[in-house]
C-alpha cells in the first residue's frame, strides 16, 4: 500500500518534471532576425481597396459553454450568433480554448476560430481560418524562444490568420518581446481585459508590419453591456470569410472602442451603423496620404516611431501628412464627441 502510495505522489511529480524539461531544455532555440524600423520610399496604404457598398462588422473573440463546463463561458453558438445578429454583425465567430465550433458552419459569413493556450501568464493566440487544432503549448511562463515556438507551430497552416491576445493582460506577452516576434498577423489591441497600445507601437517601431484587432472576448454572451464593447468595421469582406481573410491580410479595416454605459443593444446597433461609413476616402500620393470623413471627427491624433504623438487636429472633416525623412509609419486615432474611439490601421514605407 505504501509503495502505491508512492508511485501515486511520484506519478505528478514526473509530469511537472517533463513540462518543464519539454519548455526550457528541450524548446529549440530561436534566431531572431534583426528588426529595423520600416524603410524604403514606398507608402503602404491598408486602405487602397475601400468600398464604401461593402462593409461588415465583425468579433472573432467570443467564449461559450465548452469542454462539459471546464472553461468559462455562458450558452453556445446559437446564442453567439443570435446576439451578434441583433447587433447587425456579419462576422461572430465562436472561440472556444482548443475546439473550432462548428455551428453553421454551412453559411458564408462562417469563420473557423479558436483560441490557443493554457498556460499561467495567458500568452494566448487566436487562430483565424484554422481547419484544425495545435495542440502543443507550454504551461509555465515562456521565454522569447517558448513563445516564438508555438507561433511557428501554429503557422505550420498556411491558410490560418494569427493574432497573439490580450498581450497587456498579466504580461502574457511583454513590450520588449514585440521588437523581436514574427510570423503572426495581428495584436488584439483592444480588448476588456487590456487596451495594448505599446505593444503595438513597440511591434511597428521593429518593422514588424502588423495590424491591430478588437474584440469583445465575451464570455457571457447574455450581459448586453459585454456585447459591441470593441469590434472591427471590414471593408470588401463580401460576406464570405474569403473575402474577410484577404481584406484583414491587407488591414483594410479599422478597429472601434465604443463609450461606456450603454446596455441597450438598439442603440448599440445604430451608434455602429453610423460609424461604418466614417472613412469616404483614403489615398496615398507618393509620400503623402489623405483621409476624407463623413463627419467632423472631434479629435485626431497621429501616432509616430515609438509612439510618439506627431500631430493632433480637433474638430476636422478629413487630415492629410506627409511623409518626412525620418518617419517610418504613421497610425491614426479617431475620438468622436461621444467618446467613441477608431483605431485605423498604419501606413509605413516599405
Not at 152 to 173: F, Q, R
Request: hydrophobic share 40%.
Amino acid at each position: 500500500m505504501k509503495k502505491i502510495l508512492l508511485i501515486l505522489l511520484a506519478l505528478p511529480m514526473l509530469g511537472i518534471s517533463w513540462l518543464l524539461i519539454d519548455q526550457y531544455v528541450l524548446c529549440p532555440a530561436i534566431e531572431f532576425p534583426a528588426s529595423k524600423p520600416f524603410a524604403g520610399k514606398n507608402i503602404y496604404n491598408p486602405y487602397q481597396h475601400i468600398d464604401s457598398s461593402d462593409i461588415a462588422v465583425a468579433n472573432f473573440h467570443a467564449h461559450t459553454k465548452a469542454w462539459k463546463g471546464l472553461t468559462n463561458g455562458k450558452g453556445n453558438g446559437g446564442d453567439v450568433w443570435r446576439r451578434y445578429d441583433s447587433l447587425g454583425y456579419t462576422f461572430h465567430a465562436v472561440s472556444q480554448y482548443f475546439n473550432i465550433d462548428t455551428f453553421n458552419h454551412y453559411q458564408g459569413n462562417y469563420i473557423p476560430v479558436y483560441e490557443h493556450g493554457i498556460n499561467f501568464k495567458k500568452t494566448h493566440q487566436l487562430v483565424i481560418g484554422a481547419s484544425k487544432v495545435q495542440w502543443k503549448d507550454y504551461v509555465f511562463p515562456q521565454s522569447i524562444h517558448n513563445k516564438q515556438h508555438i507561433i511557428n507551430k501554429i503557422a505550420e497552416d498556411p491558410n490560418v490568420l494569427i493574432a497573439l491576445n490580450h498581450p497587456d493582460m498579466l504580461s502574457g506577452y511583454k513590450r520588449e518581446d514585440f521588437e523581436q516576434l514574427y510570423n503572426y498577423d495581428f495584436i488584439e489591441v483592444l480588448n476588456p481585459q487590456a487596451q495594448s497600445f505599446s505593444a503595438w507601437d513597440a511591434a511597428l517601431s521593429s518593422g514588424h508590419p502588423v495590424f491591430t484587432l478588437a474584440n469583445d472576448d465575451v464570455h457571457d454572451v447574455f450581459d448586453n453591456k459585454l456585447l459591441g464593447k470593441f469590434y472591427n468595421i471590414v471593408f470588401a469582406a463580401k460576406s464570405n470569410r474569403y473575402g474577410l481573410m484577404t481584406s484583414l491580410k491587407e488591414g483594410n479595416y479599422f478597429t472601434v472602442w465604443a463609450p461606456e454605459g450603454n446596455e441597450n443593444l438598439k442603440q448599440k446597433r445604430s451608434q455602429i451603423e453610423s460609424i461604418k461609413n466614417i472613412l469616404q476616402s483614403v489615398a496615398v500620393h507618393n509620400d503623402f496620404f489623405e483621409i476624407h470623413f463623413s463627419s467632423v471627427i472631434d479629435t485626431i491624433r497621429l501616432i509616430g516611431q515609438h509612439g510618439k504623438l506627431m500631430d493632433l487636429q480637433t474638430r476636422k472633416t478629413g487630415i492629410g501628412y506627409h511623409f518626412m525623412p525620418s518617419d517610418t509609419y504613421v497610425r491614426v486615432e479617431l475620438i468622436q464627441k461621444n467618446g467613441t474611439r477608431l483605431y485605423l490601421n498604419p501606413f509605413f514605407r516599405y
